[in-house]
T-cell receptor
Framework: GQQLNQSPQSMFIQEGEDVSMNCTSS?????WLWYKQEPGEGPVLLIA?????ELTSNGRLTAQFGITRKDSFLNISASIPSDVGIYFC???????????FGKGTKLTVNP | GAVVSQHPSRVICKSGTSVKIECRSL??????MFWYRQFPKQSLMLMAT?????????EQGVEKDKFLINHASLTLSTLTVTSAHPEDSSFYIC??????????FGSGTRLTVV
């Protein structure tokens, strides 16, 4: 099936730094969703994007739905230790309700 | 709002036995739920789509006789791992689509087959 290319695979940053991660695809997506998953838990929705060009913020998080509908990025500003976790992008295509997931970005924040 | 409750969170069972995992939508009705499997350090892999009142749709390579899915009401979907074996040990997660809220996930079930 269609895969989302998510990068980077992992990040090691200092507390207070900004973070940026992105997902790209060779085909068009209708929605882009960004989730955070902590160990032993299910993914938690951070931001949902529904329109090309849409830029949405949720506290220190900002995400954008690319104009071409083939990419999305997530930025985290002024990182804190509790930002640690695995971030996944996900999206839907065509008329399908199935979510396609990226492989995740593991974020480590050093105090 | 839009909470999906998944139980149990952890289960250990003996080889050959069956395990049932429940997923409930607490404050909304879910005509469709999705079941995922996640291996350590990997992404979520869709196993099947559960449809209320009809048969589930399984992804290619997923054994429907081993992973029985029942979606008997608008608020409950269950996944039964039948005749479990150690290779079935994994993290299983359900989710439901909520209009304008994306997809809400349960908290997952860690299955260990010994």
């Amino acid at each position: 099936g269609q895969q989302l290319n998510q990068s980077p695979q992992s990040m090691f940053i200092q507390e207070g730094e900004d973070v940026s991660m992105n997902c790209t695809s060779s085909s068009i997506f209708n929605t882009w969703l960004w989730y955070k998953q902590e160990p032993g838990e299910g993914p938690v929705l951070l931001i949902a994007l529904y329109k090309a060009g849409e830029l949405t913020s949720n506290g220190r998080l900002t995400a954008q739905f690319g104009i071409t509908r083939k990419d999305s990025f997530l930025n985290i500003s002024a990182s804190i230790p509790s930002d640690v976790g695995i971030y996944f992008c996900a999206g839907t295509q065509g008329g399908s309700e199935k979510l396609v997931f990226g492989k995740g970005t593991k974020l480590t924040v050093n105090p | 709002g839009a909470v999906v409750s998944q139980h149990p969170s952890r289960v250990i069972c003996k080889s050959g036995t069956s395990v049932k995992i429940e997923c409930r939508s607490l404050d909304f009705q879910a005509t469709t739920m999705f079941w995922y499997r996640q291996f350590p350090k990997q992404s979520l892999m869709l196993m099947a789509t559960s449809n209320e009142g009809s048969k589930a749709t399984y992804e290619q390579g997923v054994e429907k006789d081993k992973f029985l899915i029942n979606h008997a009401s608008l608020t409950l979907s269950t996944l039964t791992v039948t005749s479990a074996h150690p290779e079935d040990s994994s993290f299983y997660i359900c989710s439901a689509r909520v209009l304008r809220h994306g997809y809400t996930f349960g908290s997952g079930t860690r299955l260990t087959v010994v």
